[in-house]
């Protein structure tokens, strides 16, 4: 464990405030950027580590912007529910699988999916979709295999999976895309909880750490609420800038993962 010195401490909680901003602005990919943040600007040295303690940090963040999300009447519930659920197991699978993989092999995959997210978040969403969607059994159909594969790819890189999550509800169901991004905030809360929770069976998540982000998070979280309604015009553009910072990241990761740096 690292010392948490004034600067460490100060880092993490600005670390935790920019990640839950983001979390609750975008609904996915500001997670993507938890676990490089804790290697490259608190000082986290083992990869495994990093990303435990972020899935902890990540799932707590997005079950406090949840709240904000559920009494704006934004969440499907039921369609929330069952792509969380089905992508509970995928989740466990994908995070026991990672604690097996090498760290430096581990970054460098975990960088090649912040590149995936970057180019995913500069695509235009298809249509304004459906505000009044409801459970069938053909969307049940349709939601779990998806929350399978999904929950599985939000564990082995410990992220959040909501840049996977809101389009994957928005093509199973044809909800709105601000009802999927409030919606996927669910399966942000269960898959972080469940891939930090496997982590911490291997004592690979510092608590301290994810206190602090938490605590970081909670504030940007409020400020990312805020900012989603009144920047809702320029969202288009603001995703875009948003895959530009998640891109350049990935490759530094990249870059840190081949040099062993």
């Not at 938490?214 to 969202?235: E, V």
Request: glycine share 14%.
């Amino acid at each position: 464990m690292i010392e948490l010195t004034a600067a460490a401490v100060s880092a993490t909680i600005a670390s935790g405030a920019l990640v839950g901003f983001l979390l609750a602005l975008f609904g996915g990919g500001g997670s993507v950027l938890a676990a490089p943040l804790l290697l490259y600007a608190v000082g986290v040295r083992d990869p495994h580590v990093a990303i435990g303690t972020a899935s902890a940090a990540v799932a707590a963040n997005a079950a406090v912007n949840l709240i904000g999300h559920w009494r704006g009447g934004r969440v499907k519930w039921s369609c929330a529910i069952t792509f969380a659920v089905a992508g509970l197991a995928g989740s466990l699978a994908g995070s026991s699988l990672a604690k097996m993989v090498d760290g430096r092999q581990l970054l460098l995959a975990f960088a090649a999916a912040m590149a995936a997210i970057a180019l995913s978040m500069l695509r235009r969403p298809r249509s304004a979709g459906d505000p009044d969607v409801h459970m069938s059994p053909g969307l049940m159909l349709r939601l779990a295999p998806l929350g399978l594969l999904t929950g599985f790819a939000a564990g082995f890189f410990g992220i959040g999976g909501g840049f996977l999550i809101v389009p994957g509800l928005m093509l199973a169901t044809g909800m709105t895309i601000a009802n999927a991004t409030a919606s996927s905030l669910v399966s942000v809360t269960i898959f972080g909880a469940a891939t930090s929770l496997n982590y911490a069976a291997s004592g690979l998540v510092d608590w301290r750490l994810a206190g602090l982000l938490l605590a970081g998070g909670a504030a940007g979280g409020l400020l990312g609420l805020l900012a989603a309604s009144r920047l809702a015009k320029r969202s288009l553009w603001l995703r875009r800038a948003f895959a530009g910072l998640v891109l350049t990241v990935a490759i530094y990761v990249a870059w840190r993962s081949i040099t062993g740096g």
